[in-house]
């Protein structure tokens, strides 16, 4: 296994394998233009070692030139290809055949025939060292190909991981990591906050807190933002809708996450059930609820020690303190019969140092995932 950058690797193809699919994309070629003297056109960057070992294979006259394009930035595709280096000229009346590292959606191959289409070229090929079938749309013939792969990210012989991964032998895929989504509960003093940031670190996760979502879209006017702000200014409770499509578009920007810690919501067991539909939609599911567990008079005195330093009023008041150990009772108490009934309740002893308790949430997880 191997890491670039964030991500691991796990191996796909070895060297002999990717040896016999460039082979085999140079014969089935050379059979039909032995004598045509073609140009072949390679794609920059990820097609530059196959272009090298298949000028290796192909016995007869030909010409090489190269265009690059672009639509990959991380692990998916923009949408966008950009053209970056043109078409190569005097092509007219020759046969052309692109080839490419890798196609899978087409839309790199939609925009290559694009570049060709006001050519007067004799013939137009596309060849193709790997072939993902079941993502191709399918709009243009695929001529050649050496290897029909599975839609699964991957590194190696010229393909990268943000321009890492290029110089490998081999080919890698995306080692798939099980997607871990978690419901974080715990009194106030709890330690939730440390606790989340320890799980967002060893596991990747994205970390929702609700507070934090509402108060980057009513600063940033968003229109989800402006809407909560006018329930708020009216000192009226925000829809459980509109806290769900707020969560709903923190989930759509981090479509590469390993998953989602949410902190904050849900609330009660309506918006429970919001979350759960949601995150069905989009073929998730919450895995496990954690809660923070600690006796009240431990967490009294913590919240009055940050007190001395914290500066937040409601934790230097006994009465204030305790009022808020009775509200998070009365709305936790639903809950936690709404995900013990789906198993996926969690009591986590919260007492002892820091690194203790982590242990002890990391035991849980990784139960889950070994399960």
């Known amino acids: 296994m191997i890491k670039l950058h964030d991500k691991q690797f796990v191996p796909f193809l070895s060297e002999a394998q990717i040896f016999e699919a460039v082979k085999k994309v140079a014969e089935d070629v050379a059979r039909d233009y032995k004598d045509k003297n073609p140009i072949f056109v390679g794609v920059l960057n990820g097609a530059f070692m196959f272009v090298s070992d298949f000028l290796k294979h192909y016995p007869y006259p030909c010409e090489v030139t190269f265009v690059k394009l672009s ?4 692990l998916t595709s923009t949408g966008i290809v950009r053209n ?3 078409v190569p000229e005097n092509i007219e009346g020759r046969s052309v055949i692109i080839l490419e590292d890798i196609i ?7 925009e290559l025939v694009h570049l060709f289409s006001n050519t007067n070229v004799k013939d137009f090929k596309i060849a193709s060292l790997f072939y993902k079938s079941e993502v191709y749309n399918g709009e243009y013939a695929i001529d050649y190909f050496g290897l029909e792969i599975p839609d699964r990210f991957i590194v190696g ?3 990268d991981y943000r321009e890492l991964g290029r110089n490998l032998r081999e080919v890698y895929q995306l080692k798939e990591n099980p997607m871990i989504n978690l419901v974080l509960f715990g009194k106030p003093g709890a330690g939730k906050g440390t606790q989340a940031n320890f799980l967002k670190e060893k596991y990747n996760l994205v970390h929702i807190s609700t507070g934090d979502v509402f108060r980057r879209n009513i600063k940033n006017g968003t229109e989800l ?11 009226e409770l925000v829809p459980d809708e509109v806290t769900i499509n707020m969560l709903r578009d923190e989930v759509e920007q981090n479509p590469d996450a390993s998953g989602f810690i949410f902190d904050g ?7 429970a059930e919001a979350l759960d539909n949601l995150l069905d939609s989009k073929g998730m599911k919450i895995d496990a609820t954690l809660a923070l567990e600690a006796e009240d008079e431990i967490l009294l005195q913590r919240l009055l020690e940050r007190g001395k330093t914290s500066g937040r009023s409601d934790d230097q008041d006994e009465s204030k303190i305790r009022n808020r150990f009775a509200e998070y009772n009365e709305k936790t108490a639903p809950l936690k019969d709404f995900y013990m009934a789906q198993e996926k309740f969690h009591s986590v002893n919260g007492v002892g140092e820091i690194d203790e308790i982590s242990e002890r949430l990391a035991g849980v997880i990784d139960s889950l995932v070994t399960a």
């Open 265 to 271: 919501f849900p609330r009660t067991t309506a918006q």
């Open 71 to 74: 639509s990959y930035r991380g």
């Open 225 to 235: 933002g402006t809407l909560a702000k006018s329930y708020i200014d009216k000192g």
């Open 157 to 159: 012989y010229g393909l």
């Open 104 to 110: 899978d959606t087409g839309r790199t191959l939609q």
């Open 84 to 86: 970056l280096l043109d």
